[in-house]
Every structure is written in structure tokens, then in C-alpha cells.
């Protein structure tokens, strides 16, 4: 395993950043004076003081996501969904115009968007035909400048996830930071990458409220890997990013795990229904291995399938553009009622 130092691969200004602080960074409680507030309060009744700025760390909130994941509140960064982290980490690591990231496509659109927005090339190395990594040629193709590989699992909109073992070699030999995202790991067989945040300074693994807690709502992602890099994001966020409502609806969330984890049965429960059921028409020629919330399947004439599936009012993705994925329609596992309504409407297409 090369020797990574981690502050040596962080871009010089930020190295080099007085980050911005806040009274509320110091003081909580007392008079507070501090941050050109409304004091006499807003029009709306609430009763979270929404004339206030929500805490900067929120560290209360931290603790509690950490104690869930079994790590440490210093091993946890909150962002704005995970996408806030997938930029943050770029703009922390990535010199515009001159530094690159690494993605394996078919994958997550927002890396190479992200990408873009902040002057960063893309260097891409496709999954395989079943849909796994390639280390090797990932390995290969790094060079220099490479300073962020892009890894998703269980992978949008392929479903499946990448192996362990690959991911892990990935960890251990390449040279810049791995960024693991496990947006739909609660729905997976396969174990999570965070323990292993303990082990290997240059992973940070992503997850979301978005998905397993139904939460997309509330834009709140958490970024998970050690503690050098986590002070870093923590200094580069914008300082209120976190705001009080998101906050407060998470902590509500965490006095109900019952009814999340009953949830996420019920949708693997209804994946597996689902992918029965379009597996028995004659057009679907192939619905791939799930390990998320959503299904990836290959249909004759896709395009033309999921235009009429618009038209009839149903809504899913055409995928038929992305690498090893020609005629493939993603599908999100609905409620029971919405999954019939899907499979109703497409058996009426395909007649
Ligand atoms: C793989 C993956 N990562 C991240 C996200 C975005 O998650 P968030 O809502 O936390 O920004 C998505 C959303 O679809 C996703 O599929």
C-alpha cells in the first residue's frame, strides 16, 4: 500500500484557508447579538426559533448519526444531500484546470456534472459487461493528477453492487482519495465500507437521507472517513449549511427505526415481485441483479416503451444511452398500488 498523506494531496488554498467563523462557533446560549438576526422573531409560528441560525458543527445531530453508523461524531461531515459532499470534496481536493477524478460508468451523473461545474476532467474506465469495476484498469489509468476516484454501491442505475475485495484493493492502492457512495446501501445484502474508514485515511464513504429513511425531502447527506479529512469539509461547507428544519426532522426520524426498517423490507419485498413479474413478459430480455431500491431491466424498444409509458402517466428512466446498458428503463420500486399501476400500464404497451 503506497503511504498516503492526505494533506499533501489537499489544493494549496485551502491548505492554506482561514476558515470563516461565527460567534455561534463559540456561543450558543446568552444574549445573542451576534449575527444580525431578527430578534423579534418571524411571521411564522414555529417553534424551532427560526429567527436564529441553526447551529455550524451541529454536533448534536452528528452524534447521533455516528453512534448509529458505529463510528465516531469526528468521522462525520452533514451535507446537503451527498451531493453537497461529491462537490465539496472536488473543490477540496482538485485543482480546477489541471487535476482530474476518476468514474466508472455506467454510474451516478452528478460526479461528472460536479466535475464540470469545477473545471475537472473526467477520466473514465467502464464497468464490465455485468456491471463490476475493473481495478486493474482503473489502477492503470490514474495518473498524477488523478486525485479522486468516484466509486457507487450498490450503483445507479446498474443496481448491483461491486465487489468487496475490489473495492477494498481499490482503497488500498490507489493513490489519491476513494470516495464510496452507499446512497442505497440499506437495501443491501452487502455490507457497508464504513468500518473500514478506521483503517484507511483515504476512503470517505457517502450516504443519504434520501433513500432507505424517505427523506429526500429534508436534503441531507452525511460523508463518513477520518477525522483529517472531515475537519477539512468542515471548514470549506458553508457555515449554516445544515438548516434547523432538516435538522430536526432527523433526530424525529431516529425515535422511529421501526418503521424505516419496516419500509425497507416492504420495498425489497415488492423489488423482488416486481422484477417476477416483468421477467414474464416475452419483450423484457433481462431485469439485472438489485441490490437498491430501484430495478434496471432491458426491453425491446425502450425508447418507444418509456415514451408511452409518459404519455399513460407513468414515469421512469430511459438508461438505453448509458455504456452496457442499450434498451435498459430504470424503474423505482413504488407503493404496492403503484407498482401494479407500472406493470399494468407496461403489460398494456407491450400488449
Ligand atoms: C448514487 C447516488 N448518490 C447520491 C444521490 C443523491 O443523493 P442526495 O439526495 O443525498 O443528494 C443519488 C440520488 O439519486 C444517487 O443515486
Not at 5 to 19: A, E, G, T, W
Not at 237 to 252: E, G, H, Q, R
Not at 314 to 329: D, F, K, M, S, T
Request: with cysteine.
Amino acid at each position: 500500500m503506497p503511504e498516503i498523506d492526505i494533506n499533501s494531496l489537499i489544493r494549496q488554498n485551502i491548505r492554506n484557508l482561514k476558515p470563516y467563523r461565527s460567534a455561534r462557533d463559540d456561543f450558543e446560549k446568552g444574549l445573542l447579538l451576534d449575527a444580525n438576526e431578527n430578534s423579534l422573531g418571524s411571521p411564522v409560528r414555529n417553534p424551532l426559533d427560526l429567527h436564529r441560525y441553526p447551529t455550524p458543527a451541529q454536533n448534536t445531530l452528528r452524534k447521533k448519526i455516528a453512534k448509529w453508523r458505529h463510528v465516531d461524531y469526528e468521522n462525520i461531515f452533514l451535507g446537503v444531500g451527498s451531493d453537497e459532499p461529491i462537490d465539496l470534496l472536488m473543490r477540496i481536493f482538485c485543482e480546477p484546470g489541471r487535476d482530474s477524478i476518476m468514474v466508472t460508468p455506467p454510474t451516478y451523473g452528478m460526479y461528472k456534472v460536479a466535475a464540470s461545474i469545477n473545471n475537472i476532467e473526467v477520466k473514465e474506465v467502464l464497468l464490465t459487461e455485468s456491471f463490476q469495476l475493473r481495478p486493474k484498469e482503473i489502477l492503470d489509468a490514474a495518473d498524477q493528477s488523478t486525485k479522486i476516484l468516484y466509486l457507487c454501491s450498490p450503483n445507479n442505475p446498474t443496481a448491483n453492487s461491486m465487489k468487496l475485495t475490489d473495492m477494498v484493493k481499490l482503497v488500498v492502492s490507489f493513490p489519491g482519495i476513494v470516495v464510496v457512495d452507499e446512497a442505497y446501501i440499506d437495501f443491501a445484502k452487502q455490507e457497508s465500507m464504513v468500518p473500514l474508514v478506521q483503517q484507511y485515511p483515504n476512503l470517505v464513504v457517502l450516504q443519504t437521507f434520501s433513500k432507505s429513511f424517505g427523506l429526500a425531502g429534508i436534503r441531507l447527506g452525511i460523508a463518513i472517513s477520518n477525522p483529517e479529512i472531515i475537519r477539512v469539509m468542515l471548514q470549506v461547507k458553508a457555515p449554516y449549511n445544515i438548516n434547523k428544519l432538516t435538522a430536526d426532522v432527523a433526530m424525529k426520524a431516529f425515535e422511529n427505526m421501526a418503521l424505516a426498517k419496516f419500509n425497507i423490507e416492504k420495498i425489497l419485498e415488492e423489488r423482488d415481485y416486481v422484477a417476477e413479474q416483468l421477467l414474464q413478459a416475452p419483450q423484457v430480455e433481462m431485469v439485472y441483479p438489485s441490490d437498491a431500491n430501484f430495478l434496471l431491466f432491458k426491453i425491446k424498444d425502450a425508447l418507444q416503451v418509456y415514451h408511452k409509458l409518459a404519455e399513460n402517466g407513468v414515469i421512469v428512466r430511459y438508461r438505453g444511452n448509458e455504456p452496457h446498458c442499450e434498451n435498459c428503463l430504470r424503474v423505482t420500486i413504488g407503493m404496492p398500488d403503484e407498482n401494479i399501476r407500472f406493470l399494468k400500464t407496461l403489460k398494456l404497451i407491450i400488449g
